[in-house]
C-alpha cells in the first residue's frame, strides 16, 4: 500500500488557510476574551452653521475595547427621519431650526451604543 500524500502541499495549504483567516477576520474578533463591553458612541459637539451648509457628521471619536463594526447616522429632519451609514456622512441643512443628529454605533458581537448632537441652523449672516 503506498501513501500517496505530499507533505509539502499538505504545509503549503495549512498556510493558505491561514492567510485567508487572518485576512477575513477583523482584528478584535481574533481576542478570545468574550466581547460583553458595549461600544461608546461620540457624535461630536453641537455645532451652530448656517442655512445651506453641508455639514459632515463624524463619528471617528467612537470607541470599542475590540472593533466598531457599523455607524448609523439618523438625522431627525421633521417630518423625514434621514439614514446613513459609515463613520462620517454629509447633509446639507436647508432650513433653519433645531435638529437631533443620533449616531448609534455597534461592535463586532453585536452591542450597542448611541449620542446625540443638536445641530442648530441659522438664517445666513
Known sequence: ???????????????????????????????????????????????????????????????????????LWSVEYDPNTFLFHGERATFVFDRTGTFDVVLTVTDTVGNESADIMRVTVIEKA
Open 1 to 71: 500500500m503506498s501513501d500517496d500524500s505530499n507533505p509539502v502541499i499538505a504545509v503549503l495549504l495549512i498556510a493558505i488557510i491561514a492567510v485567508v483567516v487572518i485576512v477575513l477576520i477583523p482584528p478584535g474578533m481574533l481576542d478570545p476574551r468574550p466581547d460583553i463591553e458595549d461600544p461608546v458612541a461620540d457624535a461630536g459637539p453641537d455645532v451652530t452653521i448656517e442655512l445651506g451648509t453641508a455639514y459632515t457628521l463624524d463619528g471617528s471619536g467612537s470607541s470599542d475595547d475590540k472593533a466598531i463594526d457599523q455607524y
